[in-house]
C-alpha cells in the first residue's frame, strides 16, 4: 500500500518468546493504529499512537506494548507470546482528509 | 463506547443478482462517520464506501450503495449486478469526528458470488 509498510508478512513463533511487528510510513502522518483480526471479531484496536512518544491502549491491549520513537515508525511488542496471541495484525495510519490506510497485514502464529 | 453489529456472517447470491449486507450501530454521537471496506482473499483492506453523517442524501460509488438510516442507526450495503470479483469479506465499521480517528468494526459478512 502507498505510504505505509509492516514486516514482517508471516512469522511462527515458539510460546514464551518475545516478538515486535514493525510498522512503516512514509507519509507523515500523526495517527497510527494496530489492530488484531480474528474471526467473528472482525478488527479490534490494540493500540493506537497520536505522535512521538505519544500512545494509548485500545480494546484489547492486554499483553502487548508499543512504541513510536519516530514519527515514521510504530512497534508492536509481544513480550512473551501466547496462543491467544495467534492473529493478523493491520498496522494503519489515518488522514483526516484521505481516511484510512491500512498495511498489508502479518500473520502471526504462536506454537 | 461504540458498537458495530453485521448480523450475518455469511451471504451468497448469484452471479449479476443484487444482494444487500447489514450493519447496525450504537452511539450516543450525533455526528461521525461509517464506512464500509472489502477484504479479499490477498487481506488487503479495501475501502469500499463511505458516508458521513451530517449528510442526508445515501453515498453511492459505481454499483456499490447504502442505505443510511440514522435514526435507526442502520448502514446497508448494497452491490447491483454482482461479480465475482465482489466476493470477499466485508467489514462495516464506525468513527467519530473527534478524537483519536478510531475505527470501530464489525464482526464481518463473508460474502461468495455463485457463478
Known amino acids: 500500500d502507498a505510504g505505509i509498510t509492516q514486516s514482517p508478512r508471516h512469522k511462527v513463533t515458539e510460546t514464551g518468546t518475545p516478538v515486535t511487528l514493525r510498522c512503516h510510513q512514509t507519509?507523515?502522518?500523526?495517527?497510527m493504529y494496530w489492530y488484531r483480526q480474528d474471526p467473528g471479531h472482525g478488527l479490534r484496536l490494540i493500540h493506537y499512537s497520536y505522535g512521538v512518544k505519544d500512545t494509548d491502549k485500545g480494546e484489547v491491549s492486554d499483553g502487548y506494548s508499543v512504541s513510536r520513537s519516530k514519527t515514521e515508525d510504530f512497534l508492536l511488542t509481544l513480550e512473551s507470546a501466547t496462543s491467544s496471541q495467534t492473529s493478523v495484525y493491520f498496522c494503519?495510519?489515518?488522514?483526516?482528509?484521505?481516511?484510512?490506510?491500512f498495511g498489508s497485514g502479518t500473520r502471526l502464529t504462536v506454537v | 463506547a461504540q458498537t458495530v453489529t453485521q448480523s450475518q456472517p455469511e451471504m451468497s447470491v448469484q452471479e449479476a443478482e443484487t444482494v444487500t449486507l447489514s450493519c447496525t450501530y450504537d452511539?450516543?454521537?450525533?455526528?461521525?462517520?461509517l464506512f464500509w471496506y472489502k477484504q479479499p482473499p490477498s487481506r488487503q483492506m479495501i475501502l469500499v464506501i463511505r458516508?458521513?453523517?451530517?449528510?442526508?442524501q445515501n453515498a453511492t460509488e459505481n454499483r456499490f450503495s447504502v442505505n443510511f438510516q440514522k435514526a435507526a442507526k442502520s448502514f446497508s450495503l448494497k452491490i447491483s449486478d454482482s461479480q465475482l470479483g465482489d466476493a470477499a469479506m466485508y467489514f462495516c465499521a464506525y468513527r467519530s469526528v473527534q478524537g483519536a480517528q478510531k475505527l470501530v468494526f464489525g464482526q464481518g459478512t463473508r460474502l461468495t458470488i455463485n457463478p
Open positions: 507519509e507523515n502522518h500523526r495517527y
Open positions: 452511539t450516543s454521537e450525533s455526528d461521525y462517520y
Open positions: 494503519a495510519i489515518s488522514d483526516y482528509r484521505v481516511g484510512y490506510t
Open positions: 458516508q458521513e453523517a451530517y449528510k442526508q
